[in-house]
């Protein structure tokens, strides 16, 4: 039986769009949005195809998401190939089955069947797509949010695809993330011989007190929304591979997901205190990823948990778990913003998959948010 949301997203699984490279997938989208009349703006920006589509005006209603996926992996591990969609048992496999080319479909078909039932709506329905989320994310949304913002595009509300749902659609929705910071620290000793450690600074040894501190502090206890800052220690290095050399530094990367309880600034204070406390030689360079956003209960949740309350007759947690998403840096136009997906069990693996049925169901959630919010 022909289905035209497994249809669409086996077309967008067919092309091999390995981040940045969109491969075609958004002059499918692109296509089919342009026939119930919305207008579409090209926004590229270096290696990365993005783009601003509209329908209608007023209130905005925006779906957001990323027509790239990761690498497959090995591919001879996979059942079928990567890039060739396959449904067995009900469940459609490919790479971006469910992140996310099975939410774009989901999106488009539902604003095919939305204009169909109200070619005349009240509000303005938008979609928001970038071919860089899994990668570097330099030239994706966040350069298309600069953009809408320097020209006070009007955005109220968000609806990111990414798979939010944890064992069936709609369980788990996203209504805010985690702030992500990361430190690049090098701690500076003296190199020498191993024999002669008295002419020597081993700057190992001089960071892992540092180290061990950090790792022990309570940063916050988290609240309502958010779980407690974690710091996660990503690399050590240090030595020259030779096992009678002291190295002269050690290099070490660590991260915070942090909640709305700290600010950047606090982090960076906090860590800085900490090492020179410990009187060590360093370097510190930080790159910030995102700061949290959170939406509270307002009309764009509202509409979410009605749409998947009606459809599953489940009540979704609202989370802000997992790592950061695109939503980060559309909480920065003001806008509520809700993340609502397929489940994320195969997301990044080999075999990625969803079940078939599962989209069909999240396109007629997306579909009942539309006719709430801008019908």
Known sequence: MYCPVIELTQQLIRRPSLSPDDAGCQAIMIERLQAIGFTVELMPFGDTLNFWAWRGEGETL???????????????RWIDPPFEPAIRDGMLFGRGAADMKGSLAAMVVAAERFVAANPNHKGRLAFLITSDEEASAVNGTVKVVEALMARHERLDYCLVG???????VGDVVKN??????????????????VAYPQLADNPVHRVLPALNELVATEWDRGNEFFPPT?????????????????PG??????NFRFSSELTDGDIRQQVATLLDKHQLRYTLNWTLSGQPFLTSRGKLVDAVVNAIEHYNEIRPELLTTGGTSDGRFIARMGAQVVELGPVNATIHKINECVKAADLQLLSRMYQRIMEQLIG
């Open 230 to 246: 974690s710091l996660q220690i990503a690399n050590v290095q240090a030595g020259t591979g030779s096992n009678n050399v002291i």
């Open 249 to 254: 530094d050690c290099h070490v990367q660590f």
């Open 176 to 193: 805010g993330r985690r702030g992500s910071i990361t430190a690049d620290l090098t701690v500076h000793g003296v190199q020498g011989h």
């Open 162 to 168: 990414e798979p939010s749902s944890s064992e069936v």
């Open 62 to 76: 925006a779906f957001a998401g990323h027509t790239d996926v990761v690498a497959t992996g090995q591919a001879d």
